[in-house]
């Protein structure tokens, strides 16, 4: 039988307690590594590396200089090195990743200011992003193709132009997002919540609208495979006040 680590199970433990709370935060600068990796044995090399540099750089990260600018080299340093890690994790490290930047007030909106580390062309797909925290985040073209984003809070988030095709977003919140000329084909939209959402141009085609909310949504140009693909708009728990692909307005 295997020993165990009591600090490390300690770490674990609250780590968990933290995550039932959806609150998720680091606990001390040693638990980092088990904290983003939820528990687990984790192998020495680039993501570990990663966490590292990031951390050494989250304070000129949150910044502000005197005329309440911060620092753009290290902000751009730190976007390249998130954007060139990304695309050879795992789905279970890529999220770990946005976890990290999220607990880290790197990619959310902090006191109405945007969020400092911009994630637009990230390549997250078939990440596993179940019920993430991802409010506000610049995700503007970034590859989610196959993410589960079941659940997830993505909402006020800039999704423009992303390719979503075949993701689950069953039950997210996607209230005031930015969808337009969004992918959005054979994507699991059942449950899924697109209040005042912009989803201008965006591709539906295929896509499972049961029960999803689209109060006031923006669906102008819209696109759908076929005429019998758009009647599943009927499907929707509500239409009420959305400007349907033609451009006429839902009663």
Not at 90 to 102: G, P
């Amino acid at each position: 039988m295997a020993l165990s680590d009591p600090d490390a199970d300690a770490t674990s433990h609250q780590y968990d307690t933290h995550m039932e709370t959806g609150k998720g935060n680091a606990i001390g600068q040693n638990a980092r590594v088990t904290n983003y990796h939820y528990g687990l044995p984790q192998p020495q090399g680039s993501l570990e590396a990663y966490f590292d540099k990031m951390d050494n750089m989250k304070e000129s990260l949150l910044k502000k200089n005197i005329l309440g600018g911060r620092n753009k080299a290290v902000i751009n340093t730190a976007r390249a090195l998130t954007l060139r890690i990304l695309p050879s994790l795992d789905k279970a490290q890529k999220k770990q990743v946005l976890q990290y930047l999220y607990d880290s007030k790197l990619i959310g909106v902090i006191e109405n200011d945007k969020p400092i580390i911009p994630l637009d062309r990230a390549d997250l797909s078939r990440a596993d992003l179940s019920r993430a925290e991802l409010g506000e985040a610049n995700l503007r073209e970034a590859n989610l193709r196959e993410a589960n984003l079941y659940g997830a809070s993505i909402y006020r988030a800039n999704l423009s132009e992303a390719n979503l095709s075949f993701a689950n977003l069953s039950g997210a919140n996607l209230s005031f997002a930015n969808l337009s000329e969004a992918n959005l084909g054979k994507a699991n939209l059942s449950g899924t919540s697109f209040y005042e959402a912009n989803l201008r141009e965006a591709n539906l085609g295929e896509a499972n609208l049961s029960g999803a909310l689209l109060i006031g949504a923006n669906l102008m140009g819209a696109t759908f495979a076929s005429e019998l693909d758009q009647a599943t708009l009927s499907q929707c728990k509500s239409l009420k006040g959305a400007i349907m692909p033609d451009g006429s307005k839902h009663s």
